[in-house]
């Protein structure tokens, strides 16, 4: 856990709601923003105009980083991320090149569907389950305790991000990791 | 060759004891409306492929696609399939008020350019309960799945995984994608599209995929209460398996490790070997880097039977649906089980040798296979496998 914030984020909140209404134990988690410092989200190499993989792979590493113990190399972690409303950002982008007629960047194509900041988290975090986006926070916890139950995921990276589409809002995003109950003990003794 | 000692092996897939099958079908796609439609399209060899009428593509380096004709709505073509799935089930207006949907779509085509202040109610989560209201399906408990080409596939898995587990008696799994302008300028710009006009799976000289529109929907059903109302299963879905693959953002593990696993994982939930299986419908993008990397995943979970299996991507017919084609194609196993006529693997040209595969070529072959498999490929390395039995 590396949140010193007193109050967690409405997402992070609602991420640790369905978690344990799912029967699952959240094993680490982060948020965005988590203190003022949180500003600018730091760029990911491949991703361009849009904030949502950026945000997405930021959250999510601070989640991983937190874990309190180290993955054993079989370990099978999936990954379930959850948007209300998707990389809005980059769609209004395509829409409006398309519109007046003006170039599509390359780099839009390959950012058009949550899967490839999940391919790029899969990566460097060797993460080998499933990648599965769905769009609200209970069915993506439904999902996690599914495939863990079905061996198909010792564990879940889950990771919620809503960006804001209103003038003055802030973009904001949670991750857990979530492990079956059985783990529980281990988890709250380790 | 590759190194089956490098892959990681599949972990024990368990599952529920419940059986599970598909008790109702619907589609459409650029052959016209409905599951006949489809199978007499597909069977016609004929790929669908046509110069795009539906929104100017001038600008554009590729001109092709699978459409229908005119101006189809996703949300009509959408719940018009699942209502009509429903149907093809006998489900009651009582049996789809306690039914769930789970819903595979790119987003609401209109959010990109909705005003700012109308954006928050054009989420795929809105469009979902949108699609369950209009089929009278439960509002309850919908999911909308829109993890790019495994988004239907995933939803169908999910869906097998709970039933199995007595968790849900029944869910509808819906799948829609339409081409338009957005999606069609993004693989334009990503260069994936086929310049020749023609989708040639595993084929020389491939030069890419075409995008098609695609609609499905299938009930997918506990074995039990489907016998408890007397509704006879079009077919049972008897394994599943999701994986990825940790390699790359966008590109395929080249050896095929993560379909291999997810491979492995269906095969071993449905309780049958390699030599079972008599027909896959292959991902088969027709691209470059897929293929080969999908025909490797085939010899590594298959082993031997993977030179005599027969396989086609359909991608070749009715063209690449996105988010549906999980739906789309496993219905289109269904159908080619079914009539005991497999599709073919159209456009090809020659053998690759990087994807030696027993292919369908030239005509529909007859034979009424007892399994067949399903696969399905996305971004991110995700990859899934679903496996159907004749009932």
Not at chain 1, 32 to 52: H, K, N, Q
Not at chain 1, 114 to 143: E, F, I, K, M, Q
Not at chain 2, 314 to 328: C, I
Request: charged letters at 15%; hydrophobic letters at 45%.
């Amino acid at each position: 856990m590396t949140s010193p914030a007193s109050v967690a984020p409405p997402s992070l909140a609602a991420l640790r709601a369905a978690a344990a209404a799912a029967g699952l134990t959240v094993c680490a988690s982060a948020s965005w923003p988590e203190t003022d410092a949180d500003g600018e989200v730091p760029a990911l190499a491949g991703f361009i105009e849009s904030s949502f993989s950026p945000l997405l792979a930021e959250v999510a590493a601070r989640a991983l980083r937190s874990r309190a113990q180290p993955q054993g190399p079989g370990n099978v972690t999936a990954i379930v991320m959850v948007t209300a409303l998707g990389d809005v950002t980059s769609a209004v982008r395509v829409a409006a090149a398309v519109d007046a007629g003006t170039r599509v960047s390359p780099l839009l194509f390959f950012q058009s569907v949550p899967n490839a900041v999940a391919g790029y988290l899969a990566t460097r975090w060797h993460l080998t389950g499933p990648v599965v986006c769905v769009s609200g926070t209970r069915a993506g916890l439904d999902v996690a305790a599914a495939l863990i139950e079905d061996a198909d995921a010792d564990e879940a990276l889950v990771v919620r991000v809503d960006l804001a589409v209103t003038g003055g809002g802030r973009d904001r995003a949670a991750a857990i990791v979530v492990t079956g109950p059985a783990d529980r003990e281990r988890h709250r003794t380790g | 060759m590759t190194d089956a000692l490098a892959v990681t092996p599949a972990p024990a897939a368990r599952r529920g004891a419940g059986a599970v099958a598909v008790t109702g079908a619907a589609a459409a796609s650029a052959y016209g409306r409905g599951t006949e439609a489809l199978a007499s399209g597909l069977l016609s060899g004929q790929p669908a492929f046509a110069p795009v009428q539906r929104f100017d593509v001038g600008a554009r380096r590729v001109h092709f696609a699978a459409t229908m004709p005119g101006l189809p709505e996703l949300l009509t073509e959408v719940t018009r399939a699942a209502a009509e799935a429903c149907d093809d089930a006998g489900l009651s207006s009582a049996d789809r008020a306690r039914t769930p949907l789970f819903l595979a779509i790119h987003g609401d085509p209109a959010i990109a350019r909705a005003p700012e202040a109308d954006k928050p109610g054009r989420g795929p989560g809105a469009f979902t309960a949108a699609v369950a209201a209009g089929c009278g399906l439960a509002e309850q408990d919908v999911r909308c799945y829109t993890s790019a080409c495994v988004a239907a596939s995933t939803a169908i898995g999910d869906a097998a995984s709970i039933i199995a587990r007595g968790h849900a008696d029944r869910v509808v799994v819906a799948g829609g994608y339409l081409v338009e302008c957005d999606q069609f300028a993004l693989f334009d710009a990503g260069r994936v599209l086929a310049d020749d006009g023609q989708v040639r799976p595993f084929s020389a000289g491939r030069r890419g995929l075409l995008l098609g529109d695609g609609v499905g929907a299938v009930v997918v059903e506990s074995l039990r209460a489907a016998r408890a109302r007397g509704a006879p299963p079009l077919a049972r879905l008897a394994g599943w398996g999701r994986t990825g693959d940790a390699y790359h953002p966008v590109q395929p593990h080249p050896e095929g490790h993560g379909m291999a696993r997810a491979v492995t994982a269906a095969l071993q939930r449905a309780g049958i070997a390699a030599e079972d299986l008599g027909y896959v419908n292959a991902h088969g993008s027709g691209t470059g880097q897929s293929d080969p990397a999908e025909t490797n995943a085939l010899r590594l979970a298959l082993g031997d039977a993977a030179a005599s299996v027969p396989v086609s991507s359909t991608k070749s017919l009715h063209g690449q649906s996105l988010e549906a084609s999980g739906v789309l194609e496993l219905i289109v196993t269904v159908l080619a089980a079914r009539k005991g006529m497999l599709p073919v693997n159209a456009g090809f040209l020659g053998a690759d040798d990087r994807c030696r595969l027993n292919l369908v070529l030239g005509e529909p072959l007859a034979a009424t296979p007892e399994f067949a498999m399903s696969l399905n490929a996305a971004f991110g390395g995700a990859n899934t496998a679903l496996v159907i039995g004749l009932p």
